[in-house]
C-alpha cells in the first residue's frame, strides 16, 4: 500500500508551517506518511487552472487548507477587497478541486472573527450567523464563513468529510511582527523588545488596556488540528451537526491586554512603566470561544501563555532581521 498523501496549502505562514512540523515529526517516528508542499511562486492559489493542474497531478488523499490572507485590523481597514477576493478564491479553487481529484478528507482553517460582534461569552459554535460582523473585518469573517459552508455544502451533497476548525488567536514562531500589519501580541513583543534596546522609560499601550484576548500558541493549534483530522467519522459526527459542522479551538481562558503587556514585559526584560491611551480605541471588549465541544472529544490546551511568550521571543530574537520596517 502506497503512502498517504498529505497537502499542507499553506505550509509557509505560522499554522500550516506547525502543521508541517508536526506531520515531519509523525514521519519520522515511523508513519507512512509523503508530504506534498508548493510555495506562492510555485502555485497561485487564486488560479483556478494551476490549483486544479496542481490537485490532479499531486493527488493528494488529504488536503490541509491553511492557506489564507491574514493580518491586524490595519491591514484588514486597508485591503478589504484582497482580503475578501483572495480568501474566497483560495477556498473555492482548493476545495473544489480537492473534491475534483478524488479527496475525500480535507480540514479547513478559519478563525474566530466568523462570529457576531455583539455574542455571549464565551462564543458557541452555534452562535454563527445569529447576529452582525465586527466592520474591521467583516469581509475577511464573510470568506472565512464562506469556507465553513462550502465544507458542508460537498459534505451534504457529495458525502465528502470535510471540516473545519475555528482558532482563537495564535501566536508562536512564525508569526507576523511588522510595525503596521501585525496582530497585538507580536506588536507587542516588538515594542517592548525596542523600549529595552533603546532604554525608554515608559511604552504605551493603545485604549484603556481592559479588554480581554485569549490567545493560543501555534504548536497547540497544529497538534488540535491533527486532532481534529485523525477524527473517525462517526466520533466527528456524533460531535458536530449538518449544518454546524465548525469546531472552535482555543485555551478556554483570556487575560487583559494590560495584563498581557505586564507579561510580555517580564519576558523580554522590560522594567519601565506601561501606559494606557484611553484616547485610543479599544476595540471588541471580549472574544473568547467556548471551547466545550473540543475538550468532550478529549483535546485541550497544553502551552502555558508565559512558557508561550518566552518561546515566541526566543523566535523573535533569532529572526528580527526578517522584520525591519
Known sequence: MSAMRVYVAGHRGMVGGAIL???KL?????????LVTATHAELDLTNQAAVQNFMQRERPDVVVLAAARVGGIHA???????FIYDNLMIECNVIHQAFSAGVRRLLQLGSSCIYPKAVPQPMRE?????GTLEPTNEPYAIAKIAGIKLCE???????????????????GPGDNFHPENSHVLPALIRRFHEAVKEGREEVTIWGSGKPMRELLHVDDMAEAALFVLDLDKPTYDANTEPMLSHINVGTGSDVSILELAQMVARVTGYQGRIVTDP???DG????LMDVSRLAQMGWRARIGLEAGLTD??????EHQGDFRG
Request: aromatic share 12%.
Open 153 to 171: 455544502s460537498y459534505n451534504r451533497q457529495h458525502g465528502t468529510d470535510y471540516r473545519s476548525v475555528m482558532p482563537t488567536n495564535l501566536y
Open 76 to 82: 484588514n481597514n486597508t485591503y478589504p477587497a484582497d
Open 279 to 281: 484616547s485610543k480605541p
Open 312 to 317: 515566541t521571543y526566543q523566535w523573535f530574537l
Open 26 to 34: 509523525r514521519q519520522e517516528t515511523g508513519e507512512d506518511l509523503t
Open 284 to 287: 471588541t471588549l471580549r472574544k
Open 126 to 130: 452555534d452562535a454563527l450567523l445569529t
Open 21 to 23: 512540523r508536526r506531520l
